[in-house]
Each structure stands twice: as C-alpha cells, then as structure tokens.
C-alpha cells in the first residue's frame, strides 16, 4: 500500500522508474480507489514498464494479458480443455458401462448420465488465462492488459464486464467472484479510440515523452557510469530529433539503447561521424533517417561552435560607443 | 467542495468534454483520499478521473485555471492597488488598528452590513465570497455573449449592495467622528472606501467576463466541427482544408472499427462435419480436433480515377484521404490522376506520407500536366488501351469527377468496356443530379455504364458512400 503521492514516487524510483507527479498519483488514486488504469501515449514511453514497476514496488505478482488483433474469450479469460474431457470420457468407459448397467430405457440411461456430467464441467477442465487466473488468485495481482487498442471492439466489451464487477460467469459452474480486486493497467498506443464506457471505468494516464531535465535523470538512473556530458548532448539530440516531422520518432527505450552504444564504443562526446554511423539505432525508417541527418549535423557544428565560444571570448566593445553609432 | 466540482464538470460539459455522473463521484472518492494542500495535485486527480480522451486535456487545462484560480489574484490585485492609490505615506495597518479600538468601543452601536464590514477591513476573502454568491444569484452561469457583460456586473452589484453599503459607511464615518476620530483620518478612510468600491467595480466585471470565457469555451471550434461535416466540398476555405483532415481521420477510424467487426462475423465459419471426420481419422474417429469452414476473405481491389481539375480536386481529396487511411480494407489500391491525360499515382501514394502523397496527386504527380482542360473521354480512353487488363471480377473502380468534358468526345464505350471487365464501377459527382446532362457535362452519358452514379456534396455523404458501396 502506498502512503501518500510522493510514497509512489520515491517507491518507483528505487525501482528506477522515474516520473513525475502526475503518473505517481494516478498510480496512488488507483490503488487508493482500486480502479483500473488506462495509460495512453506514444510508443516507447514506458507504459508496460509502470505496469512491470507498480508490480514490483507492492510486491504483487504480475499477470499480463498481451492483446492482438482476434483475441477472444477462449483467449483471455478461460477455456473448456476440450481434449483432457474427452479422454476422460475414453478412460471412464468402463465406469459409465458400469452407471448404464441395469438402465432399461433410453431415457433412464440418459438420466444416468445426466447426473453425472457435472464432473465434466467442473474446475478441473477448465484452462484459466489471464483474466480469469487474476481474478481467482488467492493474493492480489497485478494485472496488465498490454496494448488493448489492438483487440477488437467485442473483447472490449467483454472486457467491460470484467472490470466493472471483477467477476466472471461461466455458464457450467456459476459467477466466480474475485478473492481480492485486481490492480489493473490498461495501456494502448491509441491505434483505436477505447469506447467511452470502457474509459469512463478507468482512471485516464496520458504520458508524453519527458522534457529533457527529466529524459537526463532517466538515462542517469538507467545507464550507470555514464559522462554526464554524452548524457544531456544525447538527450538534446533526441528531443530536437522527436521536434522533426518524422515516420516514427525516437523513444525513450531507443534513447536508451543509443546511450548504451555510444557508452560501449567508448565514445566521450558527439562526434558527426560518429552519431551518422550509429543513427540507425534511433531511426528506424531509411527516409527518418535521411531527413534527420541534415538537421543533426547542422545541431552538431552549432553545437562544436558553442564549445568553442566557451573558451574566453574577445571583450565586448563598450556600450556607449554602440549607443553613439545608433 | 463538492458543489464547486460539479459546477466544474458542468463546464467541461460545454467546452466538449465529455463527463459522466459516475466520473464526477470517482473524483469526489479521489479527493477523499488525499490533501488538497498541493494545487498539481489536486488537478492531476481531477484530471485523470475526468478526462479520458489527451486531445481534451489542453482544454482542461485551461479550463482549470480559468475555474479553479485566478480570480481571487485578480481581486486582490485590485485591492492592493486600491491601497497603494493612496499615497506613499498611507499606512493601512495603523488606519485599521485604530478602527479596529474605535469599533470595539462603540460595539452593538454600528449596524454595518456585511459588504461594509468586509470593505472596512480589505477582507478579500469575504469580499471574493460576495461575489461569488452574487454571481450566483444574479444568473450569471447564463451569460452568452459580450454585450452582456454590462448588464451582469450591474446586477451582480445591486444584488451585493454596493450602494447601501456606501450609505452605511458614511453614517459610520459619522459615527466615528464622533468617537474622537480626526479629521484627516476620516478623509483617508472616505478616500480609501472609494478606492475600494472602484475596485469592486472593475473586479465584478472581470468576475462577468471570466464567466463568460468559462461558459463559452471552443464553443464556436466545435460548432465549426461538426458543421464541417456537411459543408460543401466548393466553399472550403484553407483553414477549413487543414481542420477537414482530422475529421476524415475520425470518420475513416470508425469506419475501420465497424468494418473490423463486420468481417469478423463474417469470417467466423460453420462448423464442418466432413472436416472433423477426416482429420480425426486418426484418433480412431473420436472427434479430438474440430475443424471450422473458413470463409475467404473477401477484400476488394480499388481502381480509383481521380479528376483532378480545381472543380473536383477537393472531393478527390477527401475520398483520396479516406481510402488511404482505410488501406488494410483492401487488397490493392492502384490510383490514377486525370484532367486530359491520364497517370499513376500509386507509387507516390507508396513513397511518401498521405498528405504529401495527396498533395503531389493532386498536382498531376510529375505523371500528367494538370494544366489542361478536362477530357474525360480522353483519359478513359488511355485507361482502356493501357490498364483494361487489369481489371477483373474482383476490382471495384472509382471514378471521381463532374463529367464536364469541354465538349469533348465523351468515348462512353470505353467505360463500357471498363464495366464489363470489372466488378462494380462507382462514380462519384459532385454536383447534383439535376445538373447531369446540362451545358457540357455529359454525366447522363456515362450514367448507363455505371452500376453507381451519386452525388457527393459533403463530408457526410462521402463517409457514406465509402461504406456502403465499396466496403
């Protein structure tokens, strides 16, 4: 349980997860409220990772339910183990010969039977997913619903149903009513609009990609040891890069990675050469890549040219000369 | 508290944003968890408990500040000047100690309403609090527009008494000359006092016109929006062309949504008995695997012609747009530019983004000159010698245009042609089916060889047409 807003904060941060104020009291008002959260925002921002990091700073067990594109019950939430009954019902031969046995009519064989069949619909055949295990777990989880904009509309609805008691009812053997309520995270990059009954449940988390103070600290915290230096010229780099009109733009993750390059190939500043050779692991698109060379080499000299004025500077002329010359 | 957030959610309400009553008692509970010392976080919990959609959180914001601040600055902004008017060597503090000793004295004798009170003292709070309730029951949550303004202030204070309350301040005034206080004393507080009902004034109507940005936010944006959709494609201005786009995006999203589950019902097939028993030979005939018949997948192949003569080039637009972003709805999409020559354009649409790739198409792509004068029979002509074959039974055409052919010839036997090869051909015009025939379209000739011809005037009808004849 978490205490307060700035608990959640501190808490995610051991977990190298930093955030800002806002994500840490949604986390909060989620757990306070034992509501579900719907974190959107653009791809590689880390909303599988809050998920992941909630998890791990409650210590609760995480259960993810990966979405896709003709995901279904059967899927997400339980399946009749359709073969297993079937051998059964082979192993069992004798045993029903034996319950048949003295039956005289059809219909007092088939009565037989039908006191039976419940073992066949029993929990032991059924195949729990996701959904259906977070809800039956004897301690709460986690449950994270990754990418939930690519299912389609009817699992959403489905999904609705889910959330809003957290039971599920199997037709054969009743409601199953959840021991402890679920932490939900919901995230989906927005290639859909999530229906406004499905959102109206959630609490609502947009993260946007980090203002350079923060994208620092998180390539800090992320990859010990490396030069503060390399560190803020690479973030600059990133966030004018995200600033272009490109196919797809950088992530933090791919920030990340490029930061983790740099650092094995030993490189202590941004060279031109060095940062054309290695672009291709921030862009991912030829034509990205293209259009980002011109503008980063141009940052680059700026950059070079910067360093330079650092070092003394001629002396102003005087100031009332200037106003003189006006 | 919770009277003032629900007067919150009220506005949002009109600004667009959508609120149920459940998401306004989620933001009560949120609240009850947590101090409301912090004001960021105060917002990010009502934010994330009412604001589902990022496109609605700039509005929010806002709004927020409009509703939740600001006037109490601007109140205290006007009382402190008002002090400051008065002179370098004005000091409130020992003006207001001394009232304060004369007021105990004369306790029970001075009957002061309670505006008076709160302007003796420079109490911004009370002062702030007047209002409010003076805003409340003068109406002002219904103020429309700006000549209105006027009338609400004054309302707002006749209903505060800023009248009375002068004439209860100068019998005081008496009253405390009469106490002993000094002549010069009482000449600053008469001044100060006067100072401080200007300040009211001119708060009031600052009160009355933040009401109104709060009441009318993005409303005239939204109605623009939605009017949008029926607005001919002739009188869009530049502005509306950049706004129209995201409103195609919406509608294409939805149209993808309803034909994701319209396929998917259709996909899901018959159980087939044939099936099972063949692929359970094995298992001694127990049926361990089932087998389902598939349907095939049926996702049409689209030949669109695109005229592309200023007339028509915004219906070419717009439709271009909509079958571009409902891509994984078709199998293939070849599109052709014509005015009087006749190109592709596919590959353009292949290499570039949507938007650039429109633009280029629209501009005859490097493929066509788009300087001429339309000839309809002449680019179906090129289309018949060079691409009939490749139509076939399962290829729907598009042919966007307004049959203004410049009293050309009009070939109609080459749509003909184009017809019988292909499976569907759709013509989309966007003038009016009374206009079809007259001067020098030659609409009502090709009309026969189409298996649909309609109007297609506005963003509505084009949404229309795109979902029920070619998906």
Known sequence: MFDTVEDVQKRLNEQQYICGKNIATVVFLAKALGKPVLVEGPAGVGKTELGKVVAKALNLPMIRLQCYEGLDESKALYEWEYSKQLLYTQMLRDKISEILEGANTLKEASERIASQDDIFFSERFIVPRPLLKAITSEDQVLLLIDEVDKSDPEFEAFLLEVLSDYTVSVPEIGTLEAKHIPLVFLTSNNAREMSDALKRRCLHLYIDYPDEAAEIEILNTKVPGIDSRLVEDIVHLVQRVRELDLKKTPSISETLDWARALMVMNADSLETELVNDTLNIILKHQGDIQKAQSELNRLLEQKAAERAADTPQPVEPDPGKKSVLH | ?471
Not at chain 2, 146 to 169: D, K, P, Y
Not at chain 2, 446 to 452: H, K, L, P, S
Request: net charge negative; charged share 30%; proline share 1%.
């Open chain 2, 1 to 471: 508290m919770q009277r003032k957030i629900v007067e919150f959610t009220n506005i949002l309400r009109k600004a667009g944003v959508r609120v149920s009553v459940a998401e306004t008692i989620d933001s009560f509970l949120a609240l009850d968890e947590m101090s409301l010392d912090d004001r960021e976080l105060f917002k990010d919990a009502l934010r994330t408990t009412m604001v589902k959609h990022w496109d609605d959180i700039p509005a929010y914001d806002r709004l927020f500040d409009l509703f939740w601040s600001g006037f109490h600055d601007v109140l205290r902004d006007e009382l402190g000047q008002a002090v400051a008017g008065m002179g370098g060597d004005f000091d409130l503090d020992q003006l207001m100690q001394q009232l304060q000793e004369l007021l105990a004295n004369m306790d029970g004798d001075v009957d002061l309403s309670e505006l008076a009170r709160a302007m003796l003292s420079v109490d911004a709070n009370s002062l702030e609090q007047l209002i409010q309730q003076a805003g409340e029951e003068s109406g002002l949550d219904g103020i429309r527009n700006m000549l209105q303004i006027g009338f609400f202030s004054r309302r707002m204070l006749e209903q505060m008494g800023l009248e009375g309350a002068g004439e209860n301040l100068r019998d005081m005034m008496e009253q405390l000359r009469e106490a002993g206080m000094g002549e010069d004393d009482l000449a600053r507080l008469g001044d100060l006092m006067k100072a401080i009902q200007e300040a009211l004034r001119r708060s009031v109507r600052q009160y009355a016109e933040r009401e109104l940005d709060k009441q009318n936010h993005d409303y005239m944006e939204r109605f623009r929006r939605e009017s949008l959709q029926e607005k001919s494609f002739y009188n869009l201005t530049e502005d509306d062309l950049r706004k129209m786009r995201e409103v195609v995006d919406r509608l294409a999203q939805k149209l993808k949504n309803i034909v994701s589950i319209r396929r998917k019902r259709q996909r899901k097939g018959k159980f087939d008995l044939k099936g099972t028993m063949r692929r359970n030979m094995a298992h001694g005939g127990v049926p361990f695997e089932l087998i389902f018949r598939q349907r095939r997948k049926d996702r049409p192949k689209l030949v669109v012609l695109c005229d592309i003569s200023s007339s028509v080039s915004n219906v070419s637009r717009f439709f271009l747009q909509f079958i571009h972003s409902l891509q994984e709805c078709f199998t293939k999409i070849r599109t052709f530019v014509f005015v009087a020559e006749l190109g592709e354009v596919t590959e353009i649409f292949r290499n570039n983004d949507i938007y650039t790739a429109i633009d280029q198409a629209l501009d005859g792509g490097d493929v066509i000159n788009p300087y001429t004068r339309s000839n309809f029979g002449m680019a179906f002509n090129v289309f018949w010698r060079d691409h009939l074959a490749s139509l076939d039974n399962r290829t729907t055409v598009v042919i966007i245009g307004d049959a203004r052919n410049n009293y050309n010839d009009p070939r109609a036997w080459c749509l003909r042609d184009m017809q019988s090869k292909a499976k569907n051909v759709i013509w989309i015009n966007p003038e009016a089916p009374g206009a079809w025939g007259f001067g020098d379209s030659v609409m009502d000739r090709y009309v026969t060889y189409t298996d649909v011809a309609e109007e297609c005037r506005n963003l509505k009808q084009l949404s229309r047409m795109v979902d029920t004849l070619i998906l």
